[in-house]
């Protein structure tokens, strides 16, 4: 009898899935657009053709880097000198201290000399063969100080390294100061955008003992090149996640250690287990565990990348701060000239609506953050480190700081770069490690970790081509609790759906350039939700510092940013109803209605905070109709719903052949 009780549940959700897209209301066919619609970028890049769209990406992020580095540098300069005047030329030990601490506050000012007339007084380390490199840049610099004068040198290499002499002069006759200022930011961004736009095999053949196989299958594929990343996916060698349908008793993980030689890697509640073999494969553990377990699943442990790529500190704002002036332009640094993100998704008028909320806080899950970064100061809350549970959440690659930076780097302090909301909060979650790769394990506990310590907003820049049910099922959690989940597409340029982002319950993000043309290097298909922008994006970076990067990990940011804007707007707001708003009000690119190149289109904050707060917002160029939009809504909730029982009609499957 349970049988057949069984096999009429089974055969009652297979007619509701092929019913139920029958009575909701089709999609009417798109209205032809008052204007012509924008061009739409091309769908299929020849292999060299997107490896040259990308490398120029590379290259202006790292060109726009190094701007940024010698601006900020330059105002670290000019705050020292500003507090020279408290000191007397001829208290050279005071000086002396002063350059100290400037240098171990910044490392990458690698030599600093203060001179006034003929008194010198010098930190750090001058390498041997300063004197001759760069044409004679430090000369140079020593030489112009004299004058009265500034200088700054070009680039230039010194026993593998790149460096530049900046010279700035003092109020009074002959002060000044001379740094010999270390650029390894550019290479580290070069380093990591070359991973981070999948330009080269990432990550190694071989390193951790992980296979690339072909995406939801254990065909083994080898990745020799950038491109190979699109088809591939990555996992541990010699482990499985396995969840069984109920918790294991001490004997019988003796048993399995002895019968299979396994170490239990980690336990997670719900009964599910890590285990990794001294003797067997992944694909041997798999079918021994569904043969003689009958599992809930049993999976590989896949592996997620990374999807990307001063003057005295000024009074901060709080909430209770005079407004800034009437048109919201900040008066950070880096904005007017590198920040061409925000202006471009209206998020200056948006900000006349909501700045957001104290109480709001979105989770980084991704490389960690760099906690004491200046622009960050007040903008963390507690996090955890999934990696390293007895660590901080510090960033030790730089992924997860510029992510941060775009969301919630300190507003109108007069200080490097400004984020997307004045008041949001950042909860770090280290679940990437040093090489900027991540286990399916890791992510799913830093998205529950992330969920039970109250976040509302969780930010996944990383993927995979793989599903996993044990990611999944975190998803399902966060978003059964009302969380906002938003992830990067990719960097790949292909229409394969990557996941996190495919998931129904995620916010799926792809990139736009600044010509609101989708980039070159992102993922699309009829799973992307809206776009961003991604290309060349400015913000925090480790070390203190600034970087221009450039991926659908940045793009996604945004895209948790205005989720934070539209709870701060209106607390009541659901998780579907917030998605559903920013569906509604983006900015309709490409061809008319939801396209493969941009899903509903390019945020708009202007738009999406209006219409969250109640207030009359004009419809974007190119808006749908009310009718479109009532179908949108349906229909995703039918695709929602629609996952929702074919993953429970896979696992009722799953248990009924295993009974058999």
Not at 240 to 248: E, I, N, S, T
Not at 321 to 337: G, Q, R
Not at 420 to 431: E, N, R, S
Request: aromatic letters at 6%; a positive charge; one cysteine or more.
């Amino acid at each position: 009898m349970r049988r057949f009780a069984l096999l009429g549940l089974l055969f009652t959700a297979a007619v509701t899935l092929m019913v139920f897209p029958l009575i909701v209301p089709q999609k009417p066919a798109p209205q032809a657009s008052p204007s012509p619609p924008a061009a739409v970028a091309p769908r299929a890049l020849s292999a060299k053709h997107e490896a040259h769209d990308k490398r120029l990406s590379l290259q202006r992020d790292m060109d726009a880097t190094a701007q940024l580095c010698r601006i900020e540098c330059k105002q670290d300069v000019g705050a020292l000198l500003h507090g020279a005047h408290a000191l007397s030329a001829t208290d050279s030990d005071r000086r002396g201290r002063t350059l100290r601490q400037m240098a171990q506050a910044h490392p990458h000012f690698q030599a600093l000399e203060w001179r006034e007339g003929e008194k010198t007084v010098t930190a750090g380390t001058v390498p041997d063969g300063l004197r001759q490199a760069g044409d004679g840049a430090w000369a140079r610099g020593r030489e112009a100080l004299k004058k009265g004068a500034g200088y700054e040198s070009p680039s230039f290499e010194l026993k593998g390294k790149r460096y530049f002499v900046l010279a700035e002069p003092g109020d009074r006759p002959g002060e000044g100061i001379a740094a010999l200022i270390r650029e390894d930011i550019v290479s580290q961004v070069e380093k990591h955008q070359l991973r981070n736009l999948r330009l080269v095999p990432y990550p190694s053949e071989g390193r951790y003992r992980i296979e690339s196989v072909k995406p939801n299958t254990l065909k083994d594929t080898t990745v020799t090149n950038g491109e190979d990343n699109g088809n591939a996916s990555h996992y541990a060698i010699d482990e499985v996640v396995v969840k069984f349908r109920r918790a294991l008793t001490a004997s019988e993980l003796l048993r399995l250690r002895k019968e299979l030689q396994l170490t239990v890697v980690r336990r997670h509640r719900g009964h599910i287990y890590l285990f990794r073999s001294k003797r067997y494969k992944t694909e041997q553990l798999i079918v021994y565990f569904r043969n003689k377990w009958n599992p809930v699943f049993a999976e590989p442990h896949y592996l997620y990348l990374t999807n990307g790529m001063k003057p005295a500190a000024a009074p901060r704002l709080s909430a209770k701060a005079a407004p800034p002036p009437a048109d919201l332009v900040p008066n950070d640094t880096l904005y007017s000239k590198y920040q061409w993100n925000l202006p471009e998704i209206a998020t200056e008028q948006g900000w006349r609506v909501t700045k957001g909320n104290r109480d709001v806080v979105v989770a980084v899950v991704d490389t960690g953050v760099q906690l004491d970064h200046p622009d960050l100061q007040g903008r963390l809350v507690d996090g955890t480190n999934i990696v390293d549970p007895s660590a901080p959440p510090n960033d030790d690659v730089g992924h997860g700081t510029h992510v941060a930076g775009i969301i919630a780097a300190e507003v109108n302090n007069h200080e490097g770069v400004a984020g997307m909301t004045w008041y949001t909060k950042i909860m770090p979650v280290k679940a990437l490690d040093s090489t900027g790769a991540g286990t399916t394990y890791s992510v799913a506990e830093g998205i529950i970790w992330a969920t039970d310590h109250g976040a509302q907003v969780i930010n996944l820049s990383l993927g995979n081509y793989a599903q996993a049910q044990f990611l999944h099922d975190a998803i399902k959690y966060a978003y059964d609790q009302g969380v906002v989940v938003v992830a990067a597409s990719g960097n790949d340029n292909t229409d394969r759906p990557g996941y996190p982002a495919a998931y129904p319950e995620v916010i799926a993000v792809g990139a736009t350039d600044p010509d609101e043309a989708r980039a070159a290097y992102s993922n699309y298909g009829s799973y992307i939700d809206v776009a961003a922008p991604g290309t060349q994006i400015a913000s925090t970076y480790p070390g203190s510092r600034y970087a221009a990067l450039s991926g659908t990990s940045m793009a996604s940011p945004h895209v948790s940013a205005l989720a934070s804007l539209i709870r701060a707007a209106n607390p009541q707001m659901t998780n579907v109803n917030v998605a559903e708003l920013m569906r509604k009000t983006a900015k309709d690119l490409g061809a008319a209605g939801k396209d493969n190149d941009f899903g509903y289109g390019q945020i708009d904050v202007r738009a999406a905070v209006s219409a969250a707060g109640g207030g009359a917002v004009s419809a974007p160029a190119s808006a749908p109709s009310g009718a479109a939009e009532a179908s949108k809504a349906a229909g995703a909730e039918t695709k929602l719903l629609t996952a929702r029982l074919l993953d429970r009609l896979q696992q009722l499957l799953s248990s009924f052949l295993g009974k058999r």
